[in-house]
C-alpha cells in the first residue's frame, strides 16, 4: 500500500509539473506578439506635442502645416513651346509669411473667360499628381506647378481666357492671376485625355 501510495503521488507531480510547463510555454507565446506589435506601435505614433521634447528649428523637416492661401501670393510665368500647340506654363507661388509652410500635391486650377456655346465661361483643369510628394517654402521663397496648355489648330475656334483662379493644395480659398492675353486655350471639357492640364508642385532651385 505505501509503494502504492508513493507511485500515485509522483505521478501527481508530474501532471501538475507537465501542466505548468505547458502554461508557461503557451503565456510566453502569447505574449510575445503584443510586444512585438506594441513596439511597431510606440514607433509609428509620435508623442503628444506637450510631451515631445523641444527641436531645433532647422531639425524639423516632416510635420511641417501646409501653407494656406493666406500665406501665399501667386503669378503665372511666360509660357514655352512643349510641342507644336502645346505650351508649359509656370503657376509660380510665393510664401510672403514670415513663416515655413510646406507646399506640395496638386493645386485646382480654373480658367476664366468668354462664354462656350458648349462649355460655358469656366474651364475646370484636371490635375496630374506628379510633384513632389512633401516641400517646403521658406518666407519669400517659390514653388511651382506647371499648366501644360494645347492651343486650338490654325484656324480653328478660338478662345482665350481673361483670369486664372487656383486654390492651393489642402485649401478652400482661392488667388486669381491674369492669363496671359496671347495664348488661346482649347476646350476640351469632355475629352477623356485632354491636351490642357495641371501638373503637381515642384521645388524651385534656389
Not at 18 to 39: D, E, K, R
Not at 111 to 135: I, Q
Request: hydrophobic share 40%; glycine share 10%.
Amino acid at each position: 500500500m505505501l509503494a502504492k501510495r508513493i507511485s500515485v503521488g509522483v505521478a501527481a507531480v508530474a501532471a501538475v509539473v507537465g501542466a505548468f510547463a505547458l502554461t508557461a510555454c503557451g503565456s510566453t507565446g502569447s505574449a510575445a506578439a503584443p510586444a512585438a506589435n506594441a513596439g511597431l506601435g510606440a514607433a509609428a505614433a509620435p508623442a503628444p506635442a506637450e510631451h515631445a521634447p523641444a527641436e531645433p528649428a532647422a531639425a524639423k523637416t516632416s510635420g511641417t502645416p501646409r501653407c494656406t492661401t493666406a500665406d501665399l501670393s501667386v503669378s503665372l510665368g511666360k509660357p514655352k513651346e512643349k510641342s507644336p500647340g502645346q505650351f508649359d506654363v509656370p503657376l509660380t507661388y510665393r510664401n510672403v509669411s514670415d513663416h515655413t509652410c510646406g507646399l506640395y500635391g496638386v493645386p485646382g486650377v480654373d480658367l476664366a473667360g468668354p462664354d462656350d456655346p458648349a462649355f460655358g465661361t469656366v474651364y475646370h483643369l484636371p490635375r496630374v499628381d506628379n510633384g513632389v510628394k512633401h516641400n517646403e517654402v521658406t518666407p519669400g521663397t517659390t514653388a511651382s506647378a506647371t499648366i501644360t496648355v494645347l492651343t486650338p489648330a490654325e484656324g480653328g475656334a478660338s478662345w482665350t481666357p481673361a483670369k486664372l483662379t487656383t486654390i492651393p493644395p489642402g485649401q478652400t480659398q482661392p488667388l486669381t492671376a491674369d492669363w496671359p492675353a496671347d495664348l488661346p486655350v482649347l476646350r476640351q471639357d469632355a475629352a477623356t485625355h485632354p491636351g490642357t492640364y495641371v501638373n503637381g508642385i515642384l521645388a524651385d532651385p534656389a
